[in-house]
């Protein structure tokens, strides 16, 4: 899980500080970069959720261990 995790988190961010534009062969720059944001504060905050959900887990099989 904490690989998965590395790699959504680098993913995202590499959407984030990706190039500023892309050039076609007919040199026309896309410049509007919403999209490729979006999808990138998406991966990192489902990768940031996951590690929570990780760091949960973890603690409830840690205390139902000392219980049982």
């Keep these: 899980m904490v690989?998965?995790?590395?790699?959504?988190?680098g993913t995202g961010i590499m959407?984030?500080?990706?190039?500023?534009?892309?050039t076609h062969?007919?040199?026309k720059r896309i410049t509007n970069r919403e999209t490729s944001r979006w999808?990138?504060?998406s991966l990192?905050?489902?990768s940031a959720l996951f590690l929570f959900m990780g760091a949960l887990q973890l603690l409830d099989?840690?205390?139902h261990h000392i219980g049982h």
């Design 44 to 46: 990192i905050t489902v």
């Design 3 to 9: 690989f998965v995790t590395a790699v959504m988190m």
């Design 39 to 41: 999808i990138g504060y």
């Design 61 to 63: 099989e840690a205390s």
């Design 25 to 27: 062969s007919s040199d």
């Design 15 to 22: 959407f984030l500080v990706g190039p500023r534009y892309v």
